[in-house]
């Protein structure tokens, strides 16, 4: 069965330093989001792609944070610099093209991230 | 603005028995909603959706209900089991809005053994 790949699973980084994560959605899923998850809490979106645009990045903190899906497949979120207030789980997700009617996300394991 | 929540973030019930687990929606046009599954170090997965033309929907032991006059859905396991144990989080999905999630704060279930 098809998975949403995420790497690393675990991060740990010092604040003030530049951390990345990567996510391999399900093949042929044009629709990719990337989620933040604190602990306790539902997961937030933070950026979402159709293809390699961004379609919504209104919750994308964009002075520290940046997204990119360069060929439409795979994407990277990068943090520069990390704060402490960004420690959570990193949710990966992609679905079927909106245009198909398909809503259904798969979400990768994520990745935990702690700043010290 | 708008929101999605559990009424209560834990419940635990005895292994056999059904489990109950509410949720409630601010905006009244909300019209898709899906439950999710998140075992812990996992991801969401997910469970049943629900549109607002049902107020009832099953699957395999699980059965969602919908009711728009209160604005409230539950999701109801029957016969629940050990490896039912994980948080569940209700979400609305704006499929109008790019399909994004809007996701509540999540109940954690315990079953004993």
């Known amino acids: 069965e098809a998975e949403v790949a995420q790497s690393p699973r675990y991060k740990i980084t010092e604040k003030s330093q530049a951390v990345a994560f990567w996510c391999d959605p399900i093949s042929g899923h044009a629709t990719l989001y990337w989620y933040r998850q604190i602990l306790g809490q539902g997961p937030e979106l933070l950026v979402q792609f159709q293809d390699e645009s961004v379609v919504d990045d209104s919750q994308l903190p964009k002075d520290r944070f940046s997204a990119e899906r360069l060929k439409g497949v795979d994407s990277t979120l990068k943090i520069q610099p990390a704060e402490l207030g960004d420690s959570a789980m990193y949710l990966c997700?992609?679905?079927?093209?909106?245009?198909?009617?398909?809503?259904?996300?798969?979400f990768g394991p994520g990745t935990r991230l702690t700043v010290t | 603005g708008e929101s999605v929540g559990l009424h209560l973030p834990t419940l635990s019930v005895q292994e056999g028995d059904n489990s109950i687990i509410n949720c409630a929606y601010s905006?009244?046009?909300?019209?898709?909603f899906i439950w999710y599954k998140q075992e812990s170090g996992k991801g969401p997965q997910f469970i049943i959706d629900i549109r607002s033309n049902m107020d009832k929907r099953q699957g395999q032991r699980v059965t969602v209900l919908l009711n728009k006059t209160v604005k409230h859905l539950s999701l109801q396991i029957a016969a629940t089991q050990p490896g039912d144990s994980a948080v569940y989080f209700c979400?609305?999905?704006?499929?109008?809005?790019?399909?994004?999630?809007?996701f509540g704060q999540g109940t954690e279930l315990s079953v004993k053994p």
């Open positions: 905006n009244s046009a909300s019209d898709y």
């Open positions: 997700a992609s679905s079927h093209s909106l245009d198909r009617g398909s809503y259904e996300q798969y």
């Open positions: 979400a609305e999905n704006k499929y109008n809005q790019g399909g994004k999630l809007i």
